[in-house]
Nanobody, 126 residues
Framework: QVQLVESGGGLVQAGGSLRLSCAASGRTSNSYDMGWFRQAPGKEREFLSAISWSGGTTYYAESVKGRFTISRENTKNTVYLRMNSLKREDTAVYYC???????????????????WGQGTQVTVSS
């Protein structure tokens, strides 16, 4: 089992920045690819970004490419999502997720992931 805890969310003005963190605990000795998703009220869960277990490969949704940056520090079992130029439409609950690197399937698909955090709220005001 792996436990994921997100932090760093909050209220920010449009154009501002936030950095989300996702701390993993439990069986972190395994290799996990990590992803970030979000869900706004009344909308489906949306893939944002993912990073391979080594950190060598990253993936981004078109909606956030150029504004969001994913990174990880394996020595701290932590993944980050740096969010710049935030817009009102970025308001949502943000979730991190872990997927065993041995699993097949696209990291863009939530079904690929084995573990999810509880989420952190990001609210962008105008």
């Amino acid at each position: 089992q792996v436990q994921l805890v997100e932090s760093g969310g909050g209220l920010v003005q449009a154009g501002g920045s936030l950095r989300l963190s996702c701390a993993a605990s439990g069986r972190t000795s395994n290799s996990y690819d990590m992803g970030w998703f979000r869900q706004a009220p009344g909308k489906e869960r949306e893939f944002l970004s993912a990073i391979s277990w080594s950190g060598g490969t990253t993936y981004y949704a078109e909606s956030v490419k150029g504004r969001f940056t994913i990174s990880r520090e394996n020595t701290k079992n932590t993944v980050y999502l740096r969010m710049n130029s935030l817009k009102r439409e970025d308001t949502a609950v943000y979730y991190c997720a872990a997927s065993s690197s041995r699993r097949v399937g696209s990291l863009y698909n939530g079904a690929r992931y084995d573990y999810w955090g509880q989420g952190t709220q990001v609210t962008v005001s105008s």
